[in-house]
């Protein structure tokens, strides 16, 4: 994938190698490095000032932490794309750094591509989870049958909007799509966060991904 030189990134992680390599790998695909911090309190401040396009935090730095940061960012009312990356698998882990206000949490002993792959996906106001942790399941599958599934529930045009929502398209490009207005998919995505017992956009997300139903690109 190849950025366009006008996307801009700060990069936050207590590892100067670390940090190191992803401006290198940024820098590789056209993107420009504003600003390198090592704990969560200076990168806050730094993105505050800055404001780039993205920000790629660990979550798991020294006093203020990745999470925390990403929370006091969102409280604040900064809508920079965040993006965390972890060694942790743990579901408790990636829940509460989308929570948080997140765009996507990634493994760090993944490969790059999914880097540039979650950068992709989130410009156009998607969710991204490493495939890694789709892959090794540690969202738990459902134990209800094909005939409790709640997906059973919704009707065609629901099934549709509840597909490009979980993979990252927004409420004027499902319309465009479906040729119906932003209102219209609205009041779909109510019911059918409704019937599936969801009540946010992350929620949606953990459930597609615990039935496998989610893909690494939003659909075009």
């Known amino acids: 994938m190849q950025e366009s030189a006008a996307t801009t990134v700060v990069l936050a992680d207590d590892h100067a190698i670390v940090r190191e390599g992803i401006a290198a790998l940024c820098a ?4 420009r490095v504003l600003g390198q911090a090592a704990e969560g309190g200076a990168a806050v401040e730094m993105i505050t000032a800055l404001d780039p396009d993205f920000a790629i935090l660990d979550v798991h730095m020294p006093g203020v932490t990745g999470i925390e940061a990403v929370r006091r960012l969102r409280t604040a009312g900064c809508t920079v794309k965040l993006i965390m990356l972890s ?3 743990e579901e408790s882990t990636v829940l509460e750094a989308l929570r948080a206000g997140a765009d996507a949490y990634l493994l760090k002993d993944g490969p790059g591509r999914h880097l540039m792959d979650a950068i992709t996906f989130v410009r156009d106001g998607g969710i991204y989870v490493s495939p890694m942790l789709r892959g090794a399941g540690i969202f738990g599958k459902t134990e209800k049958s094909h005939s409790e599934d709640p997906l059973a529930a919704l009707s065609p045009r629901e099934m549709e909007v509840f597909s490009y929502l979980v993979n ?8 465009d799509l479906l040729e119906i207005s932003p209102k219209t998919v609205d009041t779909y995505r109510a019911s059918l966060m409704r019937k599936l017992n969801v009540h946010d956009l992350v929620g949606l997300v953990k459930f597609a991904i615990e039935r496998n139903l989610t893909t690494t690109s939003p659909h075009r």
Request: glycine share 14%.
């Open 28 to 31: 590789s695909h056209g993107m």
């Open 87 to 89: 060694i942790s698998r």
């Open 168 to 175: 990252g398209l927004r409420a004027k490009d499902i319309a």
